[in-house]
């Protein structure tokens, strides 16, 4: 490979939360391993790999102009998004007119909540739930119901869209927080499963607040479809936000975008965002999105993509012939796998904390399920190099599921 996804960098006392903020969340981050153990950060989403170079380029080359006033988002950083979702997504017809800068993808999903509904409303998710989707929604007033993701017979996650469409009717619901691809499942969403979504979501009259964050990292057999490209219905009644932060590393450095083609619900938005003024960009987010959202910045993704499918594949092959008791689906993209220990529990008498404890006690730091709405429920975060993975489980195989 030309770049290099194998070095394992020293993240303490670099401002990474998945090293650092060990133990000080209780609730929330995991616990600190036991003596004799190194920490494999396996809990927050963001990688163990160092950026793209074409990223580090661009910051530093703005850096060396060593005055950083105001500064409005330039032609070139609506130029790269635009090449950007067509050359990655297909997608036609985008304008910078369409595209809106944020500070981040949370934000900008209260931001439309605030626009399309009043406090109290109730707002279609799917379960597992993403964390950051239950927080925000619950602190700003919002009600979430949740409609269970279900894992077939060949370990995919599938919408059940019976349960959506009696949810959207019975709690009289008008917007939907969408997640495609799917974190924490790993689920790249078919066009035929989106059209049906979408069916649904017209003949009830539902907006969508579409995540596609992770849109940018899907493995072979399956590719990111924008939910705004399924149908007329969609183009105008979808928000969708995206960032480089997932696919680049890039969370600490802030910034996202949404694109909307609806017309009043843009203006609406932008009215919205200006009460706080909250999204004001960075300087670095905007140069650090042109490096990434170049020629070099694509193949650097390609390149990605082989090594997290290659992790992806091991961890759910793994799981799937050594893990008695314990589901997964199959990876199509992200970097989580996402495990459900029922039946492990029940058959050895444990409980999903004394599980997720002595993961943590030997330095398998990943997430707690029940913050995903999945009571028996773990949430492993896979991009980091393979030596750690094969790590990562050997630990698995001694301490933890025998």
Not at 230 to 253: C, D, H, Q
Request: glycine share 6%; hydrophobic share 40%; proline share 4%.
């Amino acid at each position: 490979m030309k770049y290099d996804f194998e070095t394992i960098l020293d993240r303490r006392g670099k401002d990474a939360l998945a090293v650092d903020g060990l133990g000080k969340n209780p609730g929330f981050a995991p616990e600190p391993p036991r003596g004799g153990f190194s920490s494999i950060p396996m809990w927050v989403a963001d990688m163990n790999f160092q950026t793209a170079p074409s990223v580090v380029e661009k910051i530093i080359e703005r850096a060396r102009h060593p005055i950083f006033g105001y500064f409005p988002l330039s032609e070139e950083y609506f130029r790269a998004i635009i090449d950007w979702q067509k050359i990655r997504n297909g997608v036609e017809n985008l304008s910078a007119e369409n595209i809106f800068y944020e500070n981040g993808v949370l934000g900008g999903v209260v931001n439309i909540l605030n626009v399309l509904c009043s406090r109290g409303d109730n707002i279609l998710v799917h379960s597992p739930t993403y964390v950051g989707f239950s927080v925000v929604a619950e602190n700003n007033g919002y009600h979430l119901i949740h409609s269970p993701l279900i894992l077939d017979a060949e370990n995919i996650w599938r919408m059940d869209f019976e349960d959506m469409e009696r949810k959207i009717v019975e709690n009289k619901i008008h917007v939907a927080i969408f997640c495609s691809p799917h974190n924490p499942c790993g689920r790249v969403w078919t066009r035929a499963e989106l059209e049906t979504a979408l069916e649904i979501f017209e003949r009830h009259g539902v907006f969508v607040i579409s995540d596609e964050i992770w849109s940018d990292i899907t493995f072979s057999g399956s590719r990111h479809i924008p939910t705004q490209q399924v149908s007329a219905y969609a183009r105008e009644n979808t928000a969708a936000f995206y960032s480089p932060s997932k696919t680049f590393n890039l969370a600490g450095i802030v910034g996202a975008y949404r694109i909307i083609f609806n017309r009043w619900l843009s203006e609406r938005a932008e009215k919205e965002s200006s009460l706080t003024h909250y999204n004001s960009p960075n300087v670095f987010s905007m140069h650090a999105l042109i490096g990434a959202y170049s020629e070099a910045g694509r193949e650097w993704t390609d390149e990605l993509n082989a090594v997290l499918e290659k992790n992806l594949n091991y961890a759910y092959e793994h799981v799937t012939k050594n893990f008695s008791g314990v589901k997964a689906g199959k990876p199509e993209g992200t970097y989580m796998l996402f495990l459900d220990c029922e039946n492990f529990c029940l058959e050895k008498n444990l409980s999903q904390e004394e599980i997720l404890k002595r993961g943590w006690d030997c330095g398998v730091t990943w997430h707690d399920g029940k913050l995903f709405q999945c009571p028996y429920g773990l949430r492993m975060s896979l991009a980091s190099p393979f030596s750690l993975i094969e790590e990562a489980f050997a630990r698995l195989d001694r301490y933890v599921f025998q």
